[in-house]
């Protein structure tokens, strides 16, 4: 590990401010080489600055800010999530568990209970991917670590890389899990940074086609909280997740569903596959022909179909097509006896 600067933040405004004085230039040209990074629980920064993947010059020390940033609230408006909010407290919160059960399901199913009780949300969400190639800083092809070096995945071991929403710059996979469950239920990021607050949707957060430039965050901007609204959906939801293993793997194929049902039919679906896309992917040409249909298998199953129509398998992960179809089926079909 290089060294760095540790500095601890007291708030969020001066956790940007340190942001601001630890810069050390204009531009950052990969997110892994930004100069300055905020830490709370660490479960995923120390083990890639351990590798040699992510080498920030700071890092930003925000647990204290989990006095503001560290709340559950709930009404009838909706639910709020802190940045701070640690996993395993979202995941067993009773609120969480009866009316958003997807959110409770995603978290729970993420990690071992010691890595669950130390990350936060925030963090959670942004977590990078877990392509053997990005996290070996001795293989020189990974336009994540190196813009323009190449993707040594295309040609190389990719079983358990991405189909959906690749490009021939990089085919990684998301490894997240409650991002999914965020995507479906039309939740809201809400960020701080040095020109003030802005929110948008989670959908938005990561994006489509920028190896080096995973989100929209800019440097010194901090997510401080998730907005999830309130709707007929949200207590009809689950999130299922195929792994090579039940304990502590990541997805191989996932789906995050929510259904506002009228007797069997199907008013609206919310669907968001992970395991199987570059980033968290919102299946919307499947919720549109769900819309208005009973919730039948043969028509989970076309609904299926449709999500995987953009599909580019490489040699290794072809598999994920049948797979992600088989499991987006059954998370329908389990949400639609859910009451």
């Not at 991917?129 to 800083?137: A, I, K, L, Q, V």
């Not at 358990?160 to 996979?173: M, N």
């Not at 489509?208 to 007929?232: H, M, Y």
Request: proline share 6%; aromatic share 6%; charged share 20%.
């Amino acid at each position: 590990m290089r060294p760095f600067h540790y500095t601890r933040a007291s708030d969020a405004p001066g956790a940007i401010r340190l942001a601001a004085q630890s810069a050390t230039g204009p531009g950052v040209v990969a997110a892994n080489a930004a100069p300055v990074q905020f830490m709370a629980g660490g479960t995923t920064m120390l083990d890639l600055m351990k590798l040699g993947a992510m080498t920030p010059a700071s890092l930003i020390d925000i647990n204290a800010l989990d006095t503001a940033h560290g709340l559950i609230q709930a009404d009838a408006q909706g639910l709020r999530l802190g940045a701070l909010v640690r996993m395993a407290q979202g995941a067993g919160d009773p609120h969480i568990l009866r009316d958003y059960p997807v959110i409770a399901q995603s978290l729970d199913l993420a990690a071992s209970q010691q890595l669950r009780n130390m990350a936060s949300l925030g963090g959670n969400v942004l977590q990078r991917t877990r392509c053997s190639y990005f996290r070996d800083p001795d293989r020189n092809a990974c336009n994540k670590r190196i813009p323009g070096s190449g993707c040594a995945a295309l040609e190389g071991i990719n079983r358990k890389h991405a189909v959906l929403g690749v490009t021939d710059r990089c085919i990684a996979s998301y490894p997240g899990d409650f991002a999914q469950a965020l995507v479906a239920l039309d939740a809201t990021v809400e960020i701080l940074g040095p020109q003030g607050p802005r929110a948008m949707p989670v959908e938005k957060l990561h994006l489509p086609d920028r190896p080096e430039q995973e989100t929209v965050l800019a440097p010194g901007e901090l997510i401080t909280g998730f907005t999830v609204p309130a709707g007929a959906w949200t207590r009809r939801s689950l999130y299922l997740k195929i792994r090579d293993r039940q304990s502590y793997a990541f997805a191989l194929a996932s789906a995050a569903v929510a259904l506002d049902m009228d007797g069997d039919h199907i008013r609206s679906a919310r669907i968001a596959l992970g395991g199987v896309a570059y980033r968290p992917w919102r299946a919307r040409e499947a919720e549109a022909l769900l819309a208005g249909k009973p919730l039948t298998q043969e028509n989970a199953a076309t609904a299926a179909r449709a999500a995987f129509l953009q599909a580019q398998p490489r040699k290794d992960n072809a598999y994920k097509i049948a797979l992600g179809q088989r499991v987006m089926v059954r998370a329908l079909m389990q949400a639609g006896r859910l009451t």
